[in-house]
């Protein structure tokens, strides 16, 4: 394989300064995107609907946008309006972000929010919450809703005020300070568990004949090695590339289907067996002290993939990929369509069974980065590929549903505390505040101060560049 090449951005305005130079080159990509209307694939279509407004922002006139409608705001603010939510966002500012229908374009204010470059070595844990966690049993339940969409799980309150959780995270609740509660996650790719990993795991979906590369591989490109420790490491159930993700190339179909085939280049990410081969080590699971912090976890098989991660972030890893499960069919996993043959999980298992196993992980990990002193330099990001339906089905389960889903940032520096947009009554549809999927990997490459300019390309994958990221996540920094 070539060495990958990173690309320079070039101009061929030279009589426009760079902001006019900004402004032309994003018309100039609204406009060919409408042209494109790539096989109805809506990842990134609400920006084709905002360019105007996006001129607008920049120029400082003022602006409501309803639709593909540029209107002029007769209070003289700047805002947009969602259909899905109903209710103009909060004023676009210049200075902060140009942020229009979901699509963000940071200024260098952006990366302050994470407080500069860091003296010390960060890290990330992404913890993948493969299936697709439903939001309404999880962290947005809704307890004053009808029996078949609230379901089983009673809410807890937690140390937000006003802010519940499903019962099943107590740990998390008692915790909710350390958090920013993601409300109102959301992508408009055909509800396939490919799709929303692709879009989760790299900041971009599959076309037919170029695959996105994961975020990974590219942060192994682009940070600066520490010797020979891995700068990114993937852990699953059995540390292989997990099954729910290696048909890379299934994009959404007219019909709302998906086809799939196997990309030309193999290029994953390291496993714990291939870093061990390697000759890397770090802390012994069979140490007494490692036995003392497990228990923490909860002594199950997630606490040891979290306790695992926490270990490799203190040996020096900077991007830990931690998969929940790893074979969906037929397992007890998010994916829970009460099906008994191939997804047998309902919503009585996320109260008695994955809801109580997460928590207690997720309550281990933040404390052992806390006594360990990286608790402020690693930032902990959790999301699945989708959400579950508002109603429950006929066996007790809920099916795939994208259009609003949950997770949560902690650590890093992040001030906790927080809950970023909200779902309707019964968690159908955003009301504000809607945070493309694909922009937590967006959130990654920011807080490791990778440049918006930086791009790589590797034989076989879509040039890449680092994903977007959304306003009120800027905000939650």
């Not at 032309?24 to 279509?45: A, D, K, P």
């Not at 120029?59 to 540029?70: A, D, Y």
């Not at 809410?155 to 993601?182: C, K, Q």
């Amino acid at each position: 394989m070539s060495n990958p090449q990173r690309l320079k951005p070039q101009s061929n305005l030279p009589d426009l300064d760079h902001r006019a130079r900004l402004v032309r080159g994003i018309h100039l990509f609204f406009f060919r995107f409408q042209l494109l209307n790539y096989r109805n694939c809506r990842v990134l279509s609400p920006i084709s609907k905002f360019s105007t407004a996006l001129l607008a922002v920049w120029k400082n006139e003022t602006c409501v946008v309803e639709g593909s409608r540029h209107i002029p705001a007769p209070d003289g603010r700047n805002r947009v309006s969602h259909k899905s939510s109903g209710q103009p966002s909060n004023p676009v500012s210049r200075r902060n972000f140009l942020a229009v229908g979901g699509v963000s374009i940071a200024t260098a204010s952006l990366r302050d929010s994470f407080g500069g470059k860091r003296s010390q070595p960060h890290a990330v844990i992404q913890i993948i919450q493969n299936g697709g966690a439903s939001h309404l049993d999880t962290l947005d339940p809704k307890p004053d809703a009808a029996r078949e969409i609230r379901g089983p799980s009673r809410a807890i309150s937690t140390e937000i005020p006003g802010v519940h959780f499903a019962e099943s995270f107590p740990e998390l609740a008692r915790r909710a300070n350390e958090l920013v509660v993601l409300r109102s996650l959301h992508h408009d790719l055909a509800p396939i568990h490919e799709t929303g990993l692709q879009l989760l795991r790299s900041g971009d979906h599959a076309r037919r004949g170029q695959h996105p590369l994961d975020l990974g591989i590219a942060l192994s490109q682009l940070l600066r090695p520490n010797g020979t420790t891995p700068l990114a490491v993937r852990i699953s159930e059995t540390d292989i590339t997990p099954k729910t993700s290696v048909k890379q190339d299934d994009s959404p179909t007219p019909n709302n289907e998906a086809t799939s085939s196997e990309p030309p280049v193999t290029l994953s990410l390291p496993t714990l067996k291939d870093i061990h081969q390697r000759g890397f080590a770090f802390e012994d699971s069979s140490s007494q002290n490692a036995a003392r912090t497990k228990r923490a976890y909860g002594e199950t098989h997630f606490g040891e993939l979290l306790w695992t991660a926490a270990r490799l972030v203190e040996a020096g890893v900077r991007y830990v990929e931690v998969h929940t499960f790893e074979n969906l069919e037929g397992q007890l996993t998010w994916d829970a369509h009460g099906c008994r043959k191939t997804s047998p999980a309902t919503v009585f298992t996320y109260r008695d069974e994955l809801g109580p196993r997460f928590d207690r992980a997720v309550g281990g990990l933040i404390d052992d980065l806390k006594e360990t002193g990286l608790w402020n330099q690693t930032l902990v990001v959790s999301a699945g590929e989708m959400g579950r339906t508002p109603r429950i089905n006929e066996t007790a389960g809920r099916d795939h549903w994208p259009h609003v889903f949950s997770g949560f940032l902690a650590g890093g520096g992040l001030k906790g505390g927080q809950v970023i947009g909200a779902s309707d009554a019964t968690g159908e549809s955003i009301i504000n505040d809607p945070i493309p999927l694909n922009h937590l990997p967006g959130l990654i490459c920011n807080y490791f101060g990778i440049d918006e300019s930086e791009s790589l390309e590797l034989p076989g994958f879509r040039t890449w560049s680092p994903p977007p990221m959304e306003s009120s996540l800027t905000a939650s920094c």
